[in-house]
C-alpha cells in the first residue's frame, strides 16, 4: 500500500508542477515523465488511470509538436487526471 501512496504522491507533485509551470508551457521532458507514470500505473493494475494518462500523453505530445496545435484537449485530460488522483487521495 505504501507504494501506491508514493506513487500517487509522485503523480499529484507532477500535475501541480505541471499546473504551476503553465499547462501551455508543457514540454517533452514532462511527457517523458508522464508516460513513466503511466507505466507506473499499468504496474499497479490502475488501467483506467493509465487510459487517462496515456490520453493525456496523447494530447501532450499532439500540442508539443504542433505550434497552432488546440489546447483545449490538453486541458480536459489533465482536468481528468487531476480530478481522478484527487478522487483516489480521498478514498485512501
Known amino acids: 500500500m ?8 509522485k503523480l499529484t507533485d ?10 501551455n508551457k ?4 514532462d511527457m517523458e515523465e508522464l508516460e513513466s507514470l503511466q507505466e507506473s500505473a499499468l504496474g499497479y493494475e490502475m ?3 493509465a487510459q487517462l494518462l496515456a490520453e ?6 499532439s500540442y508539443t509538436r504542433a505550434a497552432q496545435a488546440e ?3 490538453l486541458i480536459v ?3 481528468y ?12
Open 2 to 9: 505504501e507504494h501506491i501512496q508514493s506513487y500517487t504522491d
Open 14 to 23: 507532477w500535475l501541480e508542477r505541471i499546473l504551476l509551470k503553465g499547462i
Open 26 to 29: 508543457i514540454d517533452t521532458k
Open 47 to 49: 488501467s483506467f488511470l
Open 56 to 61: 493525456l500523453a496523447i494530447h501532450g505530445k
Open 71 to 73: 489546447m483545449e484537449p
Open 77 to 79: 485530460r489533465y482536468l
Open 81 to 92: 487526471v487531476a480530478q481522478y488522483v484527487h478522487m483516489m487521495k480521498q478514498s485512501a
